[in-house]
T-cell receptor, first 117, second 110 residues
Framework: ETGVTQTPRHLVMGMTNKKSLKCEQH?????MYWYKQSAKKPLELMFV???????ENNSVPSRFSPECPNSSHLFLHLHTLQPEDSALYLC????????????????FGAGSRLTVL | QKEVEQNSGPLSVPEGAIASLNCTYS??????FFWYRQYSGKSPELIMF??SNGDKEDGRFTAQLNKASQYVSLLIRDSQPSDSATYLC??????????WGAGTKLIIKP
């Protein structure tokens, strides 16, 4: 495996279900991210883990719960979601603080398409 | 509120012509500037980034940065149908976070 892998690629769940999205990066990066992408909207940053410590939580509802057991794995636990949570959820990783000119270059996984019924 | 603005398009360009995509940003403290390409149903992939005023060229792509006017642009020379995609502009703030535009949809007509 190379790059950033996400599973599952597609997920359909009811509002009372509990599910998890998984992300794994094989790039040796020290930061991982969860983004939400809805149609015609900018990418919304949900969570950031830098050196396994959560450093950002952009007012995300508690029905989304992140977990970062080590620097290569990231989970997003989902429970009692709403239909408006249907979107593409993107995981990304980067090597913060060491990019050329200080650039924080993100590498994205293929995404998990979530549909909440 | 830090913002990044892009024209949503679609921008239609004939094959072989130059496609010009523009992006403006609000935060003067922004440090690095990125262009990502996203094909329909796929995830964003990095085209290039720039952090100094002026032009940066990579193959058929040229990024242009003007910090005084707070805009960054992407030129695609000799446009190909395979360049048809949504182009996302992202701006890095002083906390290393990326602020994203909503993207411009580009259509290259054969």
């Amino acid at each position: 495996e190379t790059g950033v892998t996400q599973t599952p690629r597609h997920l359909v769940m009811g509002m009372t279900n509990k599910k998890s999205l998984k992300c794994e990066q094989h790039l040796g990066h020290n930061a991982m991210y969860w983004y939400k992408q809805s149609a015609k909207k900018p990418l919304e940053l949900m969570f950031v883990y830098n050196f396994k410590e959560q450093t950002e939580n952009n007012s995300v509802p508690s029905r989304f719960s992140p977990e970062c057991p080590n620097s290569s794995h990231l989970f997003l636990h989902l429970h009692t979601l709403q239909p408006e949570d249907s979107a593409l959820y993107l995981c990304a990783s980067s090597q913060r603080d060491r990019g050329v000119g200080g650039a924080n270059v993100l590498t994205f996984g293929a995404g998990s398409r979530l549909t909440v019924l | 509120q830090k913002e990044v603005e892009q024209n949503s398009g679609p921008l239609s360009v004939p094959e072989g012509a130059i496609a010009s995509l523009n992006c403006t940003y609000s935060d003067r403290g922004s440090q690095s500037f990125f262009w990502y390409r996203q094909y329909s149903g796929k995830s964003p992939e990095l085209i290039m980034f720039i952090y100094s005023n002026g032009d940066k060229e990579d193959g058929r792509f040229t990024a242009q940065l003007n910090k005084a006017s707070q805009y960054v642009s992407l030129l695609i020379r000799d446009s190909q149908p395979s360049d048809s995609a949504t182009y996302l502009c992202a701006v890095q703030d002083s906390n290393y976070q990326l602020i994203w535009g909503a993207g411009t949809k580009l259509i290259i007509k054969p």
